[in-house]
T-cell receptor
Framework: GAVVSQHPSRVICKSGTSVKIECRSL??????MFWYRQFPKQSLMLMAT?????????EQGVEKDKFLINHASLTLSTLTVTSAHPEDSSFYIC????????????FGPGTRLTVL | TQLLEQSPQFLSIQEGENLTVYCNSS?????LQWYRQEPGEGPVLLVT?????EVKKLKRLTFQFGDARKDSSLHITAAQPGDTGLYLC??????????FGAGTILRVKS
């Protein structure tokens, strides 16, 4: 099956620092990956669509200069939270879309970010 | 962006009971996916339904896609404590992103 990994699984940082989260598709190539944010007991909120070799497409209200996305290869996308603040603390999840006819998305295990 | 209404939001039942979760939209989706998520983990894909009227079964779980591809349901028979989790439906916009429902938190008590 399609496996997506994320690293790190948990990160604690001080306010003002930057944090990079990696998302990898392990057994397939993904031209498109997605980054979501999830608050406790809520659904997933799409932040941006990451396209290999081109700029990411951000959802309305998501600051592209704060949440930097790089999709440098067909198996890796990174999300960098710049100058993190406590309100950025959240569960960040990536997904990768397969090339199947259904365009199914498979999700990573998520990264818990805590900004002190 | 299309909207997908999911209900109920919370469900607490006893082991052995049956339950149904609904997802409804006024828009048509090319396909619809159901996920289950446990705390601190990413969503796990349960099933993808594509054809209007399609019914898929996964052990005690039955998934149905509406004839018009605007709605879907998940029915669990004889629920077990291991079914506890957050269930998410997600509709695939044509050629683009997933639209998620608000989620249903299911708790099955033994």
């Amino acid at each position: 099956g399609a496996v997506v990994s994320q690293h790190p699984s948990r990160v604690i940082c001080k306010s003002g620092t930057s944090v990079k989260i990696e998302c990898r598709s392990l057994d397939f190539q993904a031209t498109t990956m997605f980054w979501y944010r999830q608050f406790p007991k809520q659904s997933l909120m799409l932040m941006a669509t990451s396209n290999e070799g081109s700029k990411a497409t951000y959802e309305q209200g998501v600051e592209k200069d704060k949440f930097l996305i790089n999709h440098a290869s067909l198996t890796l996308s990174t999300l960098t939270v710049t100058s993190a603040h406590p309100e950025d603390s959240s569960f960040y999840i990536c997904s990768a879309r397969t090339a199947s006819s259904y365009n199914e998305q498979f999700f990573g295990p998520g990264t818990r970010l805590t900004v002190l | 962006t299309q909207l997908l209404e999911q209900s109920p939001q919370f469900l607490s039942i006893q082991e052995g009971e049956n339950l149904t979760v609904y997802c409804n939209s006024s828009s048509v989706f090319s396909s619809l996916q159901w996920y289950r998520q446990e705390p601190g983990e990413g969503p796990v894909l349960l099933v993808t339904v594509v054809t209007g009227g399609e019914v898929k079964k996964l052990k005690r779980l039955t998934f149905q896609f509406g004839d018009a591809r605007k709605d879907s349901s998940l029915h669990i028979t004889a629920a077990q404590p291991g079914d506890t989790g957050l269930y998410l439906c997600a509709g695939q916009e044509y050629g683009n992103k997933l639209v998620f429902g608000a989620g249903t938190i299911l708790r099955v008590k033994s």
